[in-house]
């Protein structure tokens, strides 16, 4: 089990996502109608747009990793499902960058829309809570130009009772579901 002093770094990641993204939770996907839509990076990473810069918190043992990416299966299909734009799933992005901050932000945005033949490119902070067995999720939207066209923050909770063993194989389909459903109350408050 993990002490105070471990955790405390995923709790602070996510109050700064939380008070980055509801200082600038505005827009709507309406324009974005069956753009070409990837995404520039999905999980927690990079700097939030406020510039605070996020740990790398990267998972600690096989059984964390999975559920990273039960999380960004889910989120990818909510992504999919969204009315908003037609997504293009992110292992067929090339040209990712490898670190975005507010300054050089809408240059790469720009150069990875170009690169990938997109209309519009999403940024998803993602964090599973393994304790509140939670997923937050906080997304940015822009248009070709760079230019943020919408932004939003939405935490889905995980089922009741909690799961036993929340990093389990058969634990993963709860954590893509929570995924899903805190990216799709994320999308729903700007109309996607």
């Given amino acids: ?3 105070l002093r471990q955790r405390l770094p995923l709790f ?5 996502a939380a008070a980055a993204l509801s200082s600038c939770t505005e827009g709507n996907l309406s324009r974005l109608h069956n753009a070409r839509t990837g995404a520039i ?8 747009p406020s510039g605070h810069a996020m740990s790398r918190s990267k998972p600690e043992s096989l059984e964390e990793l ?9 989120v990818e299909r909510a992504l999919d499902d969204s009315r908003a734009f037609n997504y293009v799933p992110f292992a067929q992005m090339k040209q990712v960058p490898s670190h975005l901050n507010p300054f050089n932000e809408r240059a790469e945005v720009k150069k990875f829309a170009a690169a990938n033949r997109l209309n519009a490119v999403v940024r998803v902070w993602v964090t599973p809570d393994r304790m509140r067995q939670s997923v937050s999720v906080g997304f940015l939207a822009h248009v070709r130009s760079g230019k943020v066209v919408a932004s939003d923050l939405a935490t889905a909770h995980g089922p009741v009772p909690p799961l036993k063993n929340p990093t389990a194989r058969a634990s993963l389909p709860v954590w ?4 899903y459903e805190a990216t799709k109350k994320a999308l729903a408050k700007v109309r996607g």
């Fill in 1 to 3: 089990m993990k002490t």
């Fill in 12 to 16: 602070l990641v996510s109050v700064l």
């Fill in 176 to 179: 893509e579901k929570t995924a």
């Fill in 41 to 48: 990076g999905i999980g927690p990473m990079g700097e939030f």
């Fill in 66 to 74: 999975r559920v990273h990416q039960a999380v960004q299966r889910g």
